[in-house]
Each structure stands twice: as structure tokens, then as C-alpha cells.
């Protein structure tokens, strides 16, 4: 199942799967998501991931936009209005 490690606006972290097209988890802290990525990963390959996390901040946009192709633009408004404060 692949996922991937999105930074939110307000500075937290959100797991984006894309078998669902949406976050499945978020607001989580730096270390949540480190720790989170290396249960699932190991050690160095999840931390790793929350590092590409940092490096693109694209990867919010990315994911709204494929859950409005998915969902709609309800779902969208909804998450990000979850995620954003």
C-alpha cells in the first residue's frame, strides 16, 4: 500500500494513502510521524520519509487536488479545513 508523509500548513504531519486518495492520519507532531514511518519502514528509511516531506511542501497541494479528482470539492474544502489550523 503506498503512503507518503505530507507537511501541513500549520507545521504538523499527515499520512496520505493513496488507496483511499486521502489522509488517513494528521496533526501529527515531527516525531510522531518519524516514529510512525520507522515502525512501519525501519530506523533510517522513516525518518527518511518525513525528511522528503520537509523538502516538498508541493506534496499538500498535490494531495488536495487528488482528493477533489476523487472526492469532489466537498471533501476537499473538508480536509483542508481540518488540516490547515
Known amino acids: 500500500m503506498a503512503w507518503r508523509i505530507v507537511k501541513q500548513p500549520n507545521g504538523k504531519y499527515a499520512r496520505f ?11 501529527l507532531s515531527r516525531e510522531e510521524a518519524v516514529k510512525y514511518c ?9 525518518a527518511k520519509k518525513v525528511d522528503r516531506a520537509d523538502e516538498d511542501p508541493g506534496r ?3 494531495s488536495l487536488e487528488t482528493i477533489e479528482l476523487i472526492h469532489g470539492k466537498e471533501e476537499r474544502l473538508k480536509m483542508e ?3 490547515v489550523w
Open 81 to 83: 479545513a481540518l488540516l
Open 17 to 27: 494513502a493513496d488507496p483511499v486518495d486521502n489522509f488517513t492520519n494528521y496533526d
Open 60 to 62: 499538500w497541494k498535490e
Open 38 to 46: 520507522q515502525h512501519e519502514m525501519g530506523f533510517e528509511q522513516g
